[in-house]
């Protein structure tokens, strides 16, 4: 047997072998993958953080410190220092800010909702009864479904019901005091290593990416290493700008949101602009998860609002699928609507919501490298003209000719063109 063929041959067994033992010992194995990632959580954490952080550093160094470069010296060499600290300040300066102004205002918000829900399901109760037996003449009696159900949730809300649950809850969660104290502090001991771990991969990552490069040419294929280098740009590039585009775009129509309910009077419009900025992260659903909700709270304390608030949130929806997401994403998904949809779907049953976050990113880096493959092979057969133009349905419905360099639409033979790939059969 050849060398290489024996080679590829032990690789396969041992594979197979690798696969089979982690079959047959999947609790230990699943256990084992639990306790590693409790320990390298800390540096998942850093890593998502220095990635957050990553681009408001790379705008100090490059851009607004980069006079200090000029003067050398001493100067130069903080120049990287200074935008990492500045950038670290701004970033959690604005969210201890954010947090600091909204929460204690969401938190009255809330409460007040609670508080003055009976009142507001009272009144809806009257809206309804008289709407529908003034243009549907629908009588509700006392005992109707609807009836049932909104004084069942009023009681739930602000009765006995919710009263019993909290008790209950409490009373479980009594003899787990000790262990939710671990978890929160668990918790915190993660986030604070993380910002450590994060401060020491922004300002080693010019090394780090060396490092890698220099592992991946030692150990990598020399024919897979141009390949390796352009996923890895590939995903980069897809990832940052959707996470930072998302992030940006979801605050706009938050605050876009708060403002138009503002004008227009709506109730609890803090409270509703947080849930609306969200969800409107998750795509495709998030506007819907976020505005059903909103409007259920505001038909319960005022139908008109509740129709007023609706109409404009189609708008700002309109508004932010058609000018504010294509300004600031731009043609960073790369994929229809149609694989957005699908990609969440999957990602979401799969992973919940952390999955509904980066099934898009994730589904498109693939989407894009399957794109590639796909066109290299079309070149290499010499039918790339043949699908250089996607189809219209008209294109669709029509017979494919026998001909197969013939296109659907004009039927006329296309000049095959010649590839490097192409060699003459000898014959």
Not at 78 to 107: D, S
């Amino acid at each position: 047997m050849e060398p290489k063929k024996f080679k590829s041959l032990l690789l396969l067994i041992t594979f197979t072998v690798f696969l089979l033992f982690i079959m047959i010992n999947f609790g230990v194995v699943w256990e084992l993958l639990g306790i590693l990632v409790t320990v390298l959580m800390p540096f998942f954490v850093g890593f998502l953080i220095a990635y957050l952080i990553n681009l408001p550093y790379v705008f100090f160094a490059d851009r607004a410190y980069a006079g200090l470069e000029k003067r050398g010296g001493f100067l130069a060499k903080m120049r990287k220092p200074l935008a990492l600290i500045t950038a670290y300040i701004i970033v959690f300066g604005v969210i201890v800010f954010l947090v600091g102004i909204l929460i204690p205002q969401l938190v009255e918000s809330t409460n007040r909702l609670i508080q003055n829900f009976s009142d507001y399901a009272k009144s809806f109760q009257v809206f309804l009864t008289d709407f529908l037996s003034k243009y549907f003449s629908i009588h509700l009696d006392s005992n109707s479904d609807i009836i049932n159900f909104i004084n069942n949730l009023v009681k739930m809300v602000t009765g006995g019901e919710l009263n019993t649950f909290l008790q209950n809850l409490a009373s479980t969660l009594a003899p787990s005091v000790f262990d939710i104290t671990r978890n929160v502090t668990t918790t915190l001991i993660n986030l604070g290593m993380g910002i450590v771990v994060s401060v020491y991969l922004i300002g080693c990552k010019d090394k780090l990416i060396f490092q890698s490069k220099k592992l991946c040419y030692a150990y990598v294929p020399q024919k897979a290493v141009p390949k390796v280098m352009e996923i890895a740009d590939l995903s980069n590039n897809i990832f940052g700008k959707f996470v930072y585009g998302k992030i940006l775009d979801s605050m706009i129509v938050g605050v876009l949101c708060f403002i138009g309910m503002s004008i227009l009077n709506i109730e609890y419009a803090l409270l509703i602009s947080v849930i609306i900025g969200i969800t409107n992260i998750i795509p495709v659903f998030g506007p819907f998860l976020g505005a059903i909700p909103s409007i259920f709270i505001l038909l319960m304390i005022d139908p008109f609002q509740a129709i007023w608030f609706t109409i404009f949130i189609l708008a700002l929806q309109q508004l932010d699928g058609n000018v504010i997401g294509p300004k600031i994403l731009g043609n960073s998904i790369g994929i229809s609507g149609f694989w957005i949809m699908a990609s969440v779907i999957v990602g979401g049953g799969l992973f919940g919501f952390l999955g509904m976050l980066l099934a898009v990113p994730v589904f498109s880096t693939f989407y894009v490298l399957f794109s590639r493959m796909v066109n290299n092979r079309l070149i290499k057969n010499g039918r790339i003209q043949d699908f250089s133009n996607p189809p219209t349905s008209d294109i669709i419905r029509q017979k494919m000719p026998k001909d197969p360099r013939k296109t659907a639409a004009s039927g006329k033979p296309v000049k095959r063109v010649k590839s490097k790939f192409d060699f003459k059969k000898k014959k």
